[in-house]
């Protein structure tokens, strides 16, 4: 058996973020080109007191309840957004051979739900005051966990991190469970929850968040001239892989084919991508090879495009590189925030619900384009393009680079 002896379709998807707990709340509210950033009250007080956040009822009821004493933010995220992608594929382990269904998602880091918390109860010497379910609800890998769980499903359960580009990693090896025969199907995606004081104040320090100067609603604003950083956010965004013959088996819908995953490292700096953007370039050649298509079959690219003054521009750069004149792009973070490691997950749903609807969604708050910036970035509404091949890509400290390509089924 070879990697080539299973295409990959997508059968279901699932999204929670600041736009809503489902599916259709998110497309439409990144349709409108509506910003989600608005004052936090966890966040008062500090640097930056805005982010991009969840609704917590919202968020209670869509995960299910009393799972908040057990299992930190970024699990429910990641419980809900699986649900909603398990009942649109119906992924039913009773049905189906349930060893063969795994649960691959990316998380950036542990949760900060209750860092301060545990710490200053440990240097109190108050340790009985720690719950004893701190590890499990902040280890990363516990989405998974929880997930499969939930789900009943029985096979491969695992988290990945890759920084910024875990969401688009995990779907992009996901797909190589099934093309290895490993897995029928998949649940993969990403999560994240740093929109805790902890989080807003280390990305403050390193000067990579937005200041807010414009107010909060207009602080994401990729590609644009006064683009001064991200706005923190939280979110989750779900994918049913499924090998195309056992989804044709089952009468399931395919919105998509994932036809190509690259990844790759910079090799250059902790924290700053390479100066020419290569290893994103590089990135986008191994997905392209692998789904043997050449850079002109891209219809559209839902970019990284974090709103930082840097990496924007070295993106725009590689993405030059790779296409010339690269197709049509645009920015979910403009209007989700920055979701770290969910962000690119949230990205392939979106880049695969635009495949769907033909529909590429507009870039928020762009109102001057970077002089130094020479790319088609759609703005100020929607626009319908002809798509048969769309393409999203990520980027992460450490110089970890994912690109997932999808087309038409």
């Not at 966990?145 to 359960?157: D, I, M, Q, S, Y």
């Not at 920055?338 to 870039?363: K, Y």
Request: glycine letters at 10%.
């Amino acid at each position: 058996m070879t990697v080539s002896d299973h295409e990959v379709v997508v059968t279901g998807l699932g999204l929670v973020t600041p736009a809503g707990t489902d599916v259709e709340s998110t497309w439409q509210r990144v349709c409108d080109g509506a910003s989600t950033a608005a004052p936090d009250p966890v966040l008062a007080g500090l640097p930056v007191s805005f982010s991009c956040r969840v609704d917590d009822d919202a968020l209670a009821a869509a995960a299910g309840p009393r799972l908040a004493w057990r299992a930190d933010r970024f699990i429910r995220l990641a419980l809900a957004a699986a649900k909603e992608a398990a009942r649109d594929a119906a992924l039913d382990p009773s049905t189906c051979e349930s060893t063969r269904v795994g649960v691959l998602l990316g998380v950036s880091g542990s949760s900060q739900d209750h860092t301060t918390d545990v710490y200053a109860a440990i240097a109190a010497g108050r340790y009985r005051a720690v719950t004893p379910t701190a590890v499990p609800r902040c280890s990363p890998n516990m989405a998974a966990g929880e997930v499969a769980r939930a789900l009943g499903v029985l096979g491969p359960t695992m988290s990945v991190s890759t920084a910024c580009a875990s969401g688009t990693t995990a779907v992009g090896m996901a797909a190589l469970l099934i093309r290895t025969g490993l897995c029928d199907m998949v649940v993969t995606g990403g999560c994240e929850s740093a929109c805790a004081p902890v989080g807003a104040v280390t990305f403050w320090r390193m000067g990579a968040l937005a200041s807010g100067r414009h107010d909060p609603a207009a602080s994401s604003r990729p590609f644009d001239a006064d683009r001064d950083g991200f706005v923190l956010a939280e979110g989750a965004g779900v994918l049913v892989l499924e090998r195309a013959g056992h989804a044709r088996a089952r009468g399931a819908r395919a919105y998509a084919r994932l036809a190509g995953y690259g990844a790759t490292s910079d090799a250059h700096h902790p924290t700053a991508p390479h100066p020419e953007g290569l290893g994103t370039q590089q990135a986008f050649r191994i997905a392209l090879a692998e789904a043997g298509l050449l850079p002109s079959d891209i219809d559209h690219v839902n970019a990284h495009a974090t709103s930082t003054l840097l990496n924007d521009r070295i993106e725009a750069a590689a993405l030059r590189a790779v296409f010339g004149s690269p197709p049509p792009v645009t920015a979910t973070k403009s209007v989700l925030g920055h979701a770290l490691g969910g962000a690119g997950a949230i990205e392939a749903v979106c880049s695969v619900l635009s495949l769907h609807h033909q529909l590429i969604p507009p870039t928020a708050n762009l109102d001057r384009m970077d002089p130094e910036i020479d790319l088609d970035v759609v703005t100020k509404q929607p626009r319908s393009h002809r798509m048969n091949t769309v393409a999203s890509n990520s980027s992460g400290f450490g110089g970890q680079n994912a690109v997932v390509i999808f087309q038409h089924p």
